[in-house]
């Protein structure tokens, strides 16, 4: 933000990490719930450098007015038509879900999670001296001294501001003016640019000492995780139902996809080679000696560790030469298979392989003393294989073989696979993945690629939001300087008072707005 010195008293114009939670400052008289922190030792460095640079800066700063000016429409655009909503629901005629004011396309990468505050507060810190930086550094290319910069804290939240002589700033033209007003947004909008590229290289950066995009790796796992059973730290995942899964968001998107494709079983139909994909070729003298139990109204009554199996049959190869979308009928299943998942997982998939399953006309590779069963996906819950390995056995040198191949090949591998059965969505986001592998055996060097993704990300987030709260037309933030130093340079033609009465409209109703829309915000989230 910035702030400018008349008759020895500070005008402070409030450019917060507190902005970052909704909350809008109003300037406090000095010694009342607020302190802060001058520094004068780096303004002549500054000025210097400024100076040096004068004309290139000049120019960087001129394609910041655009910007600003853009992000200034779109954010008062963007209250004005959630304040529409707001109404409309209030009338009766929109849903409230639909009208909730929210910035979620800038917070997707944000967890406020205890363990992410230190990333908040860290972000917070760089993105407003990024900020503050930027004005300081504008004002020394028009010449303007700057008189110190202040971190302070107001009540409980925390900020900074530069601060110059107001008569300087005065005697600039118009464009001059808005340069260094615009120069805070343009330069958070830039770290932005930054972050992302830095994101994009990081890889390549850490290549020499770090695995990209093999396999994610197990960073943590909660104690309430259902999976902190069988996946600890440093285990690497290799696949979901036979899926290979390379990263980590790889990981959240084929558990998505599979959580959108396991629907209640259908009895009545065979659904075809989808169902082939899951279903396993049981042996007869298996079947003989599992549990066999009622099926009613989608429920089963498996003993524990046991789950529930139904006979499907297999479709016939030539009724699938349109693009494999034909069904078969068969009869109601009125009794399942109790097995045992761990049993069942060793044995081959009906079709396993599609060039084989396509070659035999009965679309199944079982034998005559198998048949095929396939797991009971219930509502809600959902079945997946996870193929996993212990990093420390990668490191040995070991092969990656199966325990589906070990008993075949005789050389003992390290892959191993166990069924997950439940909420896949709730699965996914327990367990703490990252898309990096230490290539050497020091494992405290693991959490370094996802702290400084973590850090990267919520960097760019925190930077975007500080810039977007700075453009809208509110009291106390830059959008009041540059929406003043807009109406002085581009409506000159209007009269002093008119200006003034235009601005002071427009930052009320803005400031208004604004602040409804963060109440209605918190109302609606502690409702």
């Known amino acids: 933000m910035v702030g400018e010195e008349e008759d020895g008293g500070a005008i402070r114009r409030f450019c917060l990490c507190a902005a970052l939670l909704g909350i809008s400052l109003i300037p406090f008289p000095a010694g009342?719930?607020?302190?802060?922190?001058?520094?004068?030792?780096?303004?002549?460095?500054?000025?210097?450098?400024?100076?040096?640079?004068?004309?290139?800066?000049?120019?960087?700063?001129?394609?910041?007015?655009?910007?600003?000016?853009?992000?200034?429409?779109?954010?008062?655009?963007?209250?004005?038509?959630?304040?529409?909503?707001?109404?409309?629901?209030?009338?009766?005629i929109a849903r409230s879900r639909d009208s909730s004011f929210s910035l979620s396309f800038l917070t997707a990468g944000m967890h406020m999670s205890p363990s992410s505050m230190g990333f908040v507060c860290l972000s917070s810190f760089l993105c407003v001296l990024v900020h503050e930086f930027g004005h300081a550094l504008a004002a020394a290319s028009e010449g303007v001294q700057m008189e110190y910069i202040a971190i302070f804290c107001a009540l409980v939240f925390p900020g900074a501001l530069v601060a110059f002589n107001d008569s300087s700033l005065q005697l600039l033209p118009g464009v001059a003016s808005l340069r260094i007003y615009c120069a805070g947004i343009w330069h958070n909008a830039a770290f932005c640019g930054v972050c992302t590229l830095a994101l994009f290289l990081l890889p390549f950066v850490l290549s020499p000492l770090y695995i990209h995009g093999e396999s994610p790796m197990v960073l943590d796992v909660?104690?309430?995780?259902?999976?902190?059973?069988?996946?600890?730290?440093?285990?690497?995942?290799?696949?979901?139902?036979?899926?290979?899964?390379?990263?980590?968001?790889?990981w959240k998107?084929?558990?998505?996809?599979?959580?959108?494709?396991?629907?209640?079983?259908?009895?009545?139909?065979?659904?075809?080679?989808?169902?082939?994909?899951?279903?396993?070729?049981?042996?007869?003298?298996?079947?003989?000696?599992?549990?066999?139990?009622?099926?009613?109204?989608?429920?089963?009554?498996?003993?524990?560790?046991?789950?529930?199996?139904?006979?499907?049959?297999?479709?016939?190869?030539?009724?699938?030469?349109?693009?494999?979308?034909?069904?078969?009928?068969?009869?109601?299943?009125?009794?399942?298979?109790?097995?045992?998942?761990?049993?069942?997982?060793?044995?081959?998939?009906?079709?396993?392989?599609?060039?084989?399953?396509?070659?035999?006309?009965?679309?199944?590779l079982c034998s005559e003393d198998e048949s095929c069963l396939m797991p009971v996906q219930l509502p809600g819950l959902g079945w997946v294989e996870i193929t996993y390995s212990r990093l420390e056995c990668l490191n040995h040198g070991r092969s990656l073989v199966s325990e589906n191949q070990q008993s075949n090949s005789g050389e003992k591998g390290c892959l191993q696979t166990f069924v997950f059965v439940g909420d896949l969505t709730a699965m996914a986001h327990s367990v703490h993945l990252t898309s990096y592998q230490p290539r050497l055996s020091m494992y405290f060097i693991a959490y370094l690629p996802d702290l400084l993704e973590r850090f990267l990300t919520c960097s760019f987030h925190v930077s975007m939001v500080l810039a977007l709260l700075n453009s809208l037309p509110v009291f106390f933030l830059d959008g009041e300087s540059i929406l003043e130093a807009t109406l002085l340079h581009y409506f000159g033609f209007l009269s002093s008072r008119t200006r003034q009465s235009v601005l002071r409209c427009c930052l009320y109703a803005g400031t208004a707005i604004c602040a409804f829309l963060i109440m209605r915000t918190v109302f609606v989230s502690v409702s």
């Not at 004309?55 to 200034?72: K, P, V």
């Open 32 to 92: 009342i719930a607020y302190c802060d922190f001058k520094c004068i030792a780096f303004n002549e460095l500054l000025f210097r450098l400024g100076r040096r640079h004068a004309r290139i800066l000049r120019i960087w700063f001129s394609i910041g007015i655009g910007f600003s000016l853009a992000a200034l429409i779109g954010a008062t655009v963007i209250i004005l038509c959630e304040m529409a909503k707001a109404t409309l629901t209030y009338a009766g």
């Open 222 to 250: 909660h104690s309430t995780s259902p999976l902190s059973g069988y996946l600890s730290p440093y285990d690497v995942i290799h696949s979901l139902d036979e899926f290979r899964v390379y990263t980590a968001d790889e």
């Open 253 to 364: 998107q084929k558990l998505t996809v599979l959580t959108e494709q396991t629907p209640p079983l259908s009895f009545g139909q065979s659904s075809g080679m989808g169902n082939l994909q899951k279903s396993y070729c049981i042996p007869h003298s298996l079947i003989e000696k599992s549990i066999h139990v009622p099926f009613t109204r989608y429920e089963t009554y498996c003993p524990n560790e046991l789950f529930a199996f139904a006979p499907i049959t297999c479709p016939d190869m030539s009724e699938y030469g349109d693009g494999g979308n034909k069904t078969n009928n068969q009869e109601s299943v009125e009794t399942i298979h109790c097995l045992n998942a761990k049993d069942v997982i060793k044995l081959k998939k009906c079709a396993h392989d599609p060039v084989q399953a396509s070659s035999n006309k009965s679309g199944c």
